[in-house]
């Protein structure tokens, strides 16, 4: 947590904030935060901040100065988040990043990660790509029908962790894992090459339904996720079965849901989500 849908929230506000702007100055204040890159922090200093992206659960800033480009990559880990003024005075504490900005709509931009999980690099264009090959398969939110269905079923083990694994397919956590699966009835553990096509075809369009719903929600506000400017998510609200343990079904089964022994933070139903 965040995962791409709490992301995606925070890509949104930061694109109507930031970008464009010019970083007037670059402070890190914990240099542990900075996992690569220590040598280029100064060049970010009156660079402008032209494109932002996400991959996965991580948020990429381009930034140029002449003609050089240089990139600043985001993971957000457990609690890693971005906000901007006002939103920064709720959060004087944690501040491992702190950007001032001008011709922007935003002055200040500070990256708070009270747990410290999440990291920040600093990249050179060659740098980046080796990065994103080495750490990333295709994001959820890119991947077409068929080529979903065929990595559904390259899948020899247990289906959800293969969900999990960011090499494989990026931006889904654990919440996201769990409302996916429940939703297309298909149970955690299940061997992925053991599935039908139809099966994959409405497991992944369960998965863009719920990543979308979730984004236009505003991301799942649990524990600490707040956007950058300081609002809440509202798609817990529509959580159907992560921590719903000793629920009854929303798919009307007459049992209750169930939490899987061997995996933490895994909940199904024994009757819709049969294992097949």
Same mark, same amino acid.
């Given at each position: #947590? ?6 995606? =929230? ?7 904030? =930031? ?37 996965? !659960? ?19 880990? #457990? ?28 002055? /200040? ?17 060659? /740098?980046?790509?080796?990065? $994103?090959?080495?750490?990333?398969? =295709?994001?959820? $939110? ?36 769990? /409302? ?5 009835? =298909? ?19 369960? $998965?863009?339904?719920?990543?979308? /719903? ?29 921590? !719903? ?32």
């Amino acid at each position: #947590m965040p995962e791409l849908p709490e992301v995606e =929230v925070i890509l949104n506000h930061l694109t109507r904030q =930031v970008l464009g702007g010019t970083i007037a100055t670059l402070t890190i204040h914990r240099s542990d935060i900075v996992r690569t890159g220590h040598d280029l922090i100064p060049w970010f200093q009156r660079s402008t901040i032209t494109n932002i992206t996400r991959k996965g !659960k991580c948020l990429i800033f381009t930034c140029h100065r002449g003609n050089d480009t240089r990139y600043l990559l985001s993971e957000q880990g #457990m609690t890693g988040l971005w906000f901007y003024n006002p939103a920064l005075a709720s959060t004087p504490q944690h501040i491992h990043c702190r950007i001032e900005i001008s011709g922007a709509a935003a002055t /200040e931009l500070h990256y708070w990660n009270p747990r410290r999980f999440g990291r920040l690099w600093l990249f050179t264009p060659p /740098e980046l790509d080796a990065f $994103m090959q080495r750490r990333f398969g =295709v994001d959820a $939110m890119d991947i077409g029908a068929q080529p979903f269905i065929q990595l559904i079923q390259s899948c020899r083990g247990r289906l959800k962790p293969f969900l999990l694994d960011q090499h494989r397919l990026a931006g889904i956590g654990n919440i996201y894992a769990n /409302e996916i699966l429940f939703r297309a009835r =298909v149970h955690p553990q299940a061997r992925g090459y053991r599935l039908g096509v139809s099966a994959c075809q409405r497991l992944y369009d369960t $998965m863009q339904t719920v990543l979308g /719903e979730a984004i236009a929600a505003g991301g799942s506000s649990i524990r600490d996720f707040r956007a950058p400017d300081g609002s809440y998510g509202r798609f817990q609200q529509a959580h159907q079965i992560y921590q !719903k343990a000793g629920l009854p079904c929303l798919h009307g089964c007459p049992t209750l849901i169930t939490r899987l022994q061997s995996e933490r933070s895994s909940f199904f139903c024994s009757i819709c989500q049969k294992r097949r």
